[in-house]
T-cell receptor, first 114, second 117 residues
Framework: KNQVEQSPQSLIILEGKNCTLQ??????????LRWYKQDTGRGPVSLTI?????NTKSNGRYTATLDADTKQSSLHITASQLSDSASYIC?????????????FGRGTQLTVWP | EADIYQTPRYLVIGTGKKITLECSQT?????MYWYQQDPGMELHLIHY???????EKGDLSSESTVSRIRTEHFPLTLESARPSHTSQYLC????????????????FGPGTRLTVL
């Protein structure tokens, strides 16, 4: 069964600290993996997208890694800011259909305290 | 930034009313989607469309219906709203991204928060 599991479910850190969010997936065949940031009450916004051949992708203070062999990805946030408080969603796409089916994780709720 | 819009952003309505949630995008994307999301939970696909006059039901059973008469417009309708329909509804579209011809990105609208009393 194709699944996307994220951990931790929630995380609280102090402003300025770093943190790492995890995503494990069983989606096959694999096409690409995206990390989205979703502010409360808003739609998700894409942070990074990685294909099978990419190991690392950065977007400012956000760095995503992908290990396609172990089917794991991480999102590292450096020097966190209050505005980083949001839900971070891992989304994996398969190649099994013309639609390119998307599988969503439940997200990690990150709270950054001053 | 993505050019995909949803209206209304918030809607509080009584049971039994008919409602239409609007979604439009100006990126010329063929693929459009509707998701339902409860607080703290993952997104569930309820409808999708490959293009004009193409609509399909998603994974999560929904009493809503959709139409795709124009490429840029993908409205969702509930004929008779019930409290169980209270949720956030997210519209999305998908097409070729600028970074790579072989990958595409799904862009989300801001969502409609629906409350049925």
């Amino acid at each position: 069964k194709n699944q996307v599991e994220q951990s931790p479910q929630s995380l609280i850190i102090l402003e300025g600290k770093n943190c790492t969010l995890q995503c494990n997936y069983t989606v096959s065949p694999f096409s690409n993996l995206r990390w989205y940031k979703q502010d409360t009450g808003r739609g998700p916004v894409s942070l990074t997208i990685m294909t099978f051949s990419e190991n690392t992708k950065s977007n400012g203070r956000y760095t995503a890694t992908l290990d396609a062999d172990t089917k794991q990805s991480s999102l590292h946030i450096t020097a966190s800011q209050l505005s980083d408080s949001a839900s971070y969603i891992c989304v994996v796409s398969d190649r099994g259909s013309t639609l390119g089916r998307l599988y969503f994780g439940r997200g990690t709720q990150l709270t950054v305290w001053p | 930034e993505a050019d995909i819009y949803q209206t209304p952003r918030y809607l509080v309505i009584g049971t039994g009313k008919k409602i239409t949630l609007e979604c439009s995008q100006t990126m010329g994307h063929d693929k459009m989607y509707w998701y339902q999301q409860d607080p703290g939970m993952e997104l569930h696909l309820i409808h999708y469309s490959y293009g004009v006059n193409s609509t399909e039901k998603g994974d999560l059973s929904s009493e809503s219906t959709v139409s795709r008469i124009r490429t840029e417009h993908f409205p969702l309708t509930l004929e008779s709203a019930r409290p169980s329909h209270t949720s956030q509804y997210l519209c999305a579209s998908r097409g070729q991204g600028l970074q790579s011809k072989s990958t595409d990105t799904q862009y989300f609208g801001p969502g409609t928060r629906l409350t049925v009393l």
